[in-house]
């Protein structure tokens, strides 16, 4: 199951407390408390594993270690270690508190959400010709606190859109490595899956339907991950009774979402192309070239068809190298 949608308490840890204490050598009675050590501050980090939010399932909160106290005879207590959370690229971090936000768009990109407390200083540090046994010290200060939503949006070359059932997972499998669960019902596809075309990102959107953009069906938790694709693949099946009709549903629930996935690169895959006669598959061709030129028949268990997308990858992988 991919998490995608995770809400955090994180807190930073504590400075350690500083010491009150004195030497017992003769002659030499004066103050050697130590200091405290800085506590763990909290951090986020690019990983490619697109899996890495599922660890806070059911960990909703999230603590840094503490700073040492200070200890005798001028030994400081040692310093917490920094905690990293690894988080996919392409999750943006939203600071519930501070209303800022936050993005990770690379592998090893790190940022810092909470910071760790100082450590208090110990009654060494408050000697003085005045004040030669002082006890005074300073209590560690509180690590940092911050409320998070961490927001996964895939960042992928190319995504593949389209009503459920529409044959969108049977190509990912077919081009790349993927693994993505087939079957002929609608929502099969309960999750966003990717695979790689040589050095393309391709992601298999779960099936939109009519009202997404408002929360209808699964597509508000997937439309999200539209918005970082720089090219789409419209997927309309062969064996619909109104192929232009569920071309305009789907692009008007992208519109509604964010107008600016209207203006994205488009590829239309009239898909299953081997269930109808070829009599009628070439009116939906025509119909469809109306509508977006850019539109091809597709069959998975044609090997030529396979090849004209493949073509069109190679187009979009010189793109992205002229980009």
């Known amino acids: 199951m991919l998490i995608d949608d995770v809400t955090l308490k994180i807190t930073a840890g504590n400075?350690?407390?500083?010491?009150?204490?004195?030497?017992?050598?003769?002659?030499?009675?004066?103050?050697?408390g130590g200091s405290g050590g800085k506590g763990g501050s909290v951090y986020f980090e690019g990983t490619s594993d697109l899996n890495a939010l599922n660890k806070f399932r059911f960990k909703k909160n999230v603590d840094a270690d503490n700073g040492e106290d200070g200890k005798a005879q001028f030994n400081d207590?040692?310093?917490?270690?920094?905690?990293?959370?690894?988080?996919?690229?392409?999750?943006?971090i939203h600071d519930l508190e501070n209303n800022v936000d936050h993005e990770i768009v690379k592998i090893g990109e790190r940022i810092m959400i909470a910071k760790g407390g100082k450590g208090g200083r110990g009654n060494f540090h408050f000697r003085s010709a005045t004040n030669t046994t002082p006890k005074q010290f300073q209590s560690g200060?509180?690590?940092?606190?911050?409320?998070?939503?961490?927001?996964?949006?895939?960042?992928?070359d190319v995504g593949f859109v389209g009503l459920p059932n529409v044959g969108k997972s049977s190509l990912l499998n077919e081009l790349t490595r993927a693994s993505a669960k087939v079957a002929n019902y609608p929502f099969t596809t309960l999750e966003p899956n990717l695979g790689t075309h040589f050095e393309l990102i391709l992601a298999d959107i779960p099936g939109l339907i009519e009202g997404a953009s408002i929360g209808k069906g699964l597509g508000i938790k997937f439309l999200r991950h539209v918005e970082r694709t720089t090219t789409l693949f419209h997927f309309v099946s062969a064996e619909s009774a109104d192929p232009a009709l569920d071309y305009k549903t789907i692009r008007k629930e992208l519109g509604e979402y964010n107008k600016e996935l209207l203006k994205r690169k488009e590829y239309v895959f009239i898909s299953k192309s081997d269930e109808v006669k070829v009599e009628d598959l070439n009116k939906m061709l025509k119909a469809m070239k109306k509508l977006n030129p850019n539109t091809i028949a597709i069959s998975i268990y044609d090997d030529e068809s396979i090849k004209e997308v493949a073509k069109i990858l190679n187009i979009i992988t010189k793109e992205k190298h002229i980009a």
């Open 15 to 32: 400075g350690g407390k500083g010491k009150v204490a004195f030497n017992k050598n003769l002659m030499e009675l004066g103050p050697v």
């Open 77 to 92: 207590g040692a310093d917490a270690k920094d905690l990293i959370l690894t988080v996919p690229v392409g999750t943006v």
């Open 141 to 156: 200060i509180p690590g940092g606190e911050a409320k998070v939503r961490l927001e996964l949006k895939l960042i992928a």
